[in-house]
């Protein structure tokens, strides 16, 4: 990128040097009448055409002053567009945007850093607002939305709970029992075949499950963040075919209703891997710095194709970025057919 902008400056200089003498010839010649074109291309300095000192200096004074220029606006140049790449990364809070003491920037530098820096606070203000709006409850008649969609859920989740969820137990009991009466040796087809029910029943459980945490998720309260977290991981951890860690930091703290945003995400998440990435090892982290929190979930499942599954409008998905969007924060999906990363920044406000 320096040399780049050498050479510009390169160029740039190059075309003045030469449109000024240029100019200065045509006065010397036409203007005051002074000798003829040919006497100049003939004229020898130590034994060398004039023209040939003129294009050895020009080209040797617009390197030099190209070099002077890129070596005083190098530095400048990269802190603004570093700034602005940290803006774009929803790092507000970056050391580089503290007040610094250094002087030799020129006028038009200085006052592009304070439109990036007022730019950077209109940024700020706007990602309160976002969280503030975010985390307000929004009323339908004299219960709030979050509260109706709750109600359903419950519903759901209790009918699926006392009726569905009873029947795969049920029948996981009647396998498991005729399975214990049948001979390998006799009937190796019908045993074989009953291994096969019991896994599709097993599968359909842990379905269940993941069904079962998504419509009737575990409510903060008075929980932390990490604590409602760890709550949820620890309820499935070795009731589920998955190993599941996690590294939880116990000092995040946001406005309540991010925190619950989050927390929904998070169980979001869990419960996909549950349904649908056949994963044999689930890892959940929250970590916070000094301007963000991060949410990290990694699987080492079968991965899918994300460009693919955002044009057919996954819901799960769809739901979790839009909760990440009206955070202010960024949402960011790398899968694989080795697993898959869902990466979540928040700003701190």
């Known amino acids: 990128m320096s040399f780049r902008r050498w050479l510009n400056l390169f160029i740039f200089n190059l075309f003045q040097l030469t449109v000024s003498i240029l100019v200065v010839f045509l006065v010397i010649i036409y203007g005051l009448d002074i000798g003829h074109w040919s006497d100049i291309l003939t004229f020898q300095v130590i034994k060398i055409p004039l023209y040939t000192w003129l294009i050895a200096f020009v080209i040797v004074v617009s390197a030099i002053i190209a070099s002077i220029l890129t070596y005083n606006t190098g530095r ?30 020129s006028n038009y530098t200085e006052a592009l850093d304070q439109e990036i820096e007022a730019l950077r606070l209109k940024m700020v203000q706007m990602s309160k607002d976002l969280q503030e709006l975010s985390a307000a409850p929004t009323f339908v008649g004299e219960d709030t939305k979050d509260e109706i969609i709750e109600g359903e859920r419950l519903r759901i989740a209790r009918e699926l709970h006392d009726s569905v969820s009873q029947e795969l ?43 079962l945490l998504h419509l009737r998720p575990v409510e903060l309260k008075d929980r932390s963040l990490s604590e409602g977290i ?12 998955i190993d599941v860690v996690w590294q939880l930091d116990p000092k995040v703290q946001l406005e309540s209703g991010i925190e619950d945003h989050l927390f929904r ?80 920044n928040i700003p701190k406000t």
């Open 230 to 241: 760890e709550h949820v991981l620890t309820e499935f951890n070795g009731k589920v075919p």
């Open 265 to 344: 995400i998070t169980q979001e998440a869990i419960s996909n891997t549950l349904r649908h990435a056949k994963a044999k090892r689930l890892e959940v982290f929250l970590t916070q710095t000094h301007d963000h929190v991060q949410l990290k979930v990694i699987d080492d499942g079968k991965g899918f194709d994300v460009s693919s599954v955002r044009q057919s409008g996954n819901y799960g998905l769809t739901n979790m970025r839009e909760r990440v969007t009206s955070m202010g924060g960024t949402f960011s999906i790398n899968s694989t057919a080795k697993g898959t990363i869902i990466t979540i």
């Open 169 to 211: 137990f049920a029948a996981t009991m009647m396998m498991s029992a005729i399975n214990s009466t049948i001979n390998e040796d006799e009937n190796p087809t019908l045993k074989q075949q009953i291994d096969r029910v019991e896994d599709v029943i097993g599968s359909a459980q842990t379905e269940m499950r993941a069904l």
């Open 76 to 105: 400048d140049y990269d802190a603004i567009r570093a700034k602005i790449n940290w803006l774009l990364l929803n790092k507000y809070s970056h050391p580089i945007f503290k007040p610094t003491e250094e002087n030799g920037q």
